[in-house]
């Protein structure tokens, strides 16, 4: 009997219809509070060209302006006899040739582009979620096979570190991690920002590494026993390489919190992507543009990572 496949557009386009809704649904809804749209104040948040006043050495004359193109150089020579060189961009030169200057004074600007506020957010954003990342994936690795190992101690210390950073806000860690244990042995806001997150992030990466080792049947670390592999190398080469398939998709999900959960450490004044957009929002008076573009570069940061764990997976399951 031959199955026809359904047809699939028409859900598609319902899809699209929602979508489409939803966007009328915030336009209408801006258009009632009479709000103006300015998305020509954003870019400068991303990349900006900034400009760097040159000035004289000393005291002098103007000799020379030559232009060329879009530079001028300004040939200034001073009292001692010395000459001055100074490229200036042609439209910000402020003297004419035979012009008397004194030591600090202006001569023109330079512009170079650099990167704007809500750029270095996301750098600021990437390089902690990274950072925290590997050490949580790490302190959750070894805390999650303490929880399972026969020693008491281990075994009871590591429930206690799971259960105290479990029950309490990440918020809250932050400030006691900051306001008292950096106080204490004197640490930059860096590091305990990264610090908090990756002992937050261990928390809950020891009970995925747990619960994924449990999973897997008794009898395969018997069956590597049989073949003559210590406990150390059953974990190693026999366990962990099948939990591993089986706790990628809540790592990923783990991560991908990781990465919103840094917008928590501006309150340590860590200048992260959130920090940025409020700042942003101070000057431009564009919430709706500058909260927009925000969610758009957390979207920007975890839709691949997410997309990067689904593609792993099916690979590894291919391999079963």
């Given at each position: 009997?031959?199955?026809?496949?359904?047809?699939?557009?028409?859900?598609?386009?319902?899809?699209?219809?929602?979508?489409?809704?939803?966007?009328?649904?915030?336009?209408?809804?801006?258009?009632?509070?009479?709000?103006?749209?300015?998305?020509?104040?954003?870019?400068?948040?991303?990349?900006?060209?900034?400009?760097?006043?040159?000035?004289?050495?000393?005291?002098?004359?103007?000799?020379?302006?030559?232009?060329?193109?879009?530079?001028?150089?300004?040939?200034?020579?001073?009292?001692?006899?010395?000459?001055?060189?100074?490229?200036?961009?042609?439209?910000?030169?402020?003297?004419?040739?035979?012009?008397?200057?004194?030591?600090?004074?202006?001569?023109?600007?330079?512009?170079?582009?650099?990167?704007?506020?809500?750029?270095?957010?996301l750098w600021t954003t990437l390089w902690l979620s990274v950072v925290?990342?590997a050490f949580g994936l790490v302190i959750g690795l070894f805390a999650?096979?303490?929880?399972?190992?026969?020693?008491?101690?281990?075994?009871?210390?590591?429930?206690?570190?799971?259960?105290?950073?479990?029950?309490?806000?990440?918020?809250?860690?932050?400030?006691?991690?900051?306001?008292?244990?950096?106080?204490?042995?004197?640490?930059?806001?860096?590091?305990?920002?990264?610090?908090?997150?990756?002992?937050?992030?261990?928390?809950?990466?020891?009970?995925?590494?747990?619960?994924?080792?449990?999973?897997?049947?008794?009898?395969?670390?018997?069956?590597?026993?049989?073949?003559?592999?210590?406990?150390?190398?059953?974990?190693?080469?026999?366990?962990?390489?099948?939990?591993?398939?089986?706790?990628?998709?809540?790592?990923?999900?783990?991560?991908?919190?990781?990465?919103?959960?840094?917008?928590?450490?501006?309150?340590?004044?860590?200048?992260?992507?959130?920090?940025?957009?409020?700042?942003?929002?101070?000057?431009?008076?564009?919430?709706?543009?500058?909260?927009?573009?925000?969610?758009?570069?957390?979207?920007?940061?975890?839709?691949?990572?997410?997309?990067?764990?689904?593609?792993?997976?099916?690979?590894?399951?291919?391999?079963?």
């Open positions: 009997m031959i199955k026809h496949k359904k047809a699939q557009w028409p859900w598609h386009g319902l899809t699209a219809l929602v979508l489409v809704g939803l966007a009328i649904s915030l336009y209408l809804a801006t258009s009632m509070m009479s709000y103006e749209w300015r998305w020509n104040r954003v870019p400068q948040y991303f990349a900006y060209q900034a400009e760097e006043t040159q000035r004289a050495t000393g005291f002098g004359t103007v000799q020379d302006i030559a232009v060329s193109g879009s530079q001028a150089t300004l040939t200034v020579k001073t009292e001692d006899g010395e000459v001055q060189h100074v490229q200036v961009q042609a439209d910000s030169v402020l003297l004419s040739r035979g012009d008397d200057v004194a030591e600090g004074d202006a001569l023109g600007v330079t512009r170079h582009w650099a990167a704007g506020p809500l750029a270095w957010g925290s990342g999650g096979l303490c929880r399972l190992s026969n020693n008491p101690t281990l075994r009871d210390l590591s429930t206690v570190y799971v259960e105290l950073v479990r029950g309490t806000p990440l918020l809250v860690q932050i400030f006691i991690f900051y306001f008292f244990i950096g106080t204490v042995l004197n640490l930059s806001r860096e590091f305990a920002g990264v610090a908090a997150l990756a002992l937050f992030t261990g928390a809950y990466v020891a009970e995925i590494v747990r619960a994924g080792v449990q999973s897997i049947a008794r009898g395969q670390n018997e069956a590597a026993r049989s073949l003559g592999l210590n406990a150390s190398q059953s974990m190693r080469h026999v366990i962990l390489p099948q939990a591993f398939k089986r706790v990628l998709p809540p790592l990923a999900g783990q991560f991908i919190s990781l990465v919103k959960d840094t917008s928590l450490v501006s309150v340590i004044a860590i200048t992260e992507l959130t920090k940025s957009g409020r700042e942003a929002i101070t000057t431009s008076f564009s919430t709706f543009e500058i909260w927009f573009c925000v969610a758009g570069l957390y979207l920007l940061i975890n839709l691949p990572l997410s997309h990067l764990a689904s593609r792993l997976e099916r690979r590894l399951a291919q391999s079963d």
